[in-house]
């Protein structure tokens, strides 16, 4: 399912018109990057978390190069679903 997928359906059972409902989504996944960025999780009771995992510095090897480098500690965005959500997905 695509975003106009996801506009397209809250249109149609709401009534409210397309734009609107757009403007709304785009507002809603920007404050959700925004909050990620500072550092902040996103808890929507019911349905789940957006989240912020630290990845652990590591060291890889660059194949063609036949090198090693190291992978600096970073932050990762993750989705962790509420178990009310995943009960509803697995019946």
């Given at each position: 399912?695509?975003?106009?997928?996801?506009?397209?359906?809250?249109?149609?059972?709401?009534?409210?018109?397309?734009?609107?409902?757009?403007?709304?989504?785009?507002?809603?996944?920007?404050?959700?990057?925004?909050?990620?960025?500072?550092?902040?999780?996103?808890?929507?009771?019911?349905?789940?978390?957006?989240?912020?995992?630290?990845?652990a510095?590591?060291?890889?090897?660059n194949?063609?190069?036949?090198?090693?480098?190291?992978?600096?500690?970073?932050?990762?965005?993750?989705?962790k679903?509420?178990?009310?959500?995943?009960?509803?997905?697995?019946?």
């Amino acid at each position: 399912m695509t975003k106009a997928d996801i506009v397209n359906e809250i249109s149609a059972k709401t009534g409210i018109e397309k734009a609107s409902v757009l403007a709304t989504v785009e507002a809603f996944m920007e404050t959700v990057k925004e909050s990620l960025a500072n550092e902040e999780n996103v808890y929507l009771r019911g349905f789940g978390s957006f989240i912020l995992k630290k990845r652990a510095q590591k060291t890889a090897r660059n194949i063609s190069k036949n090198t090693t480098i190291i992978i600096p500690e970073h932050n990762i965005p993750a989705f962790k679903p509420a178990k009310t959500f995943t009960l509803s997905i697995k019946e």
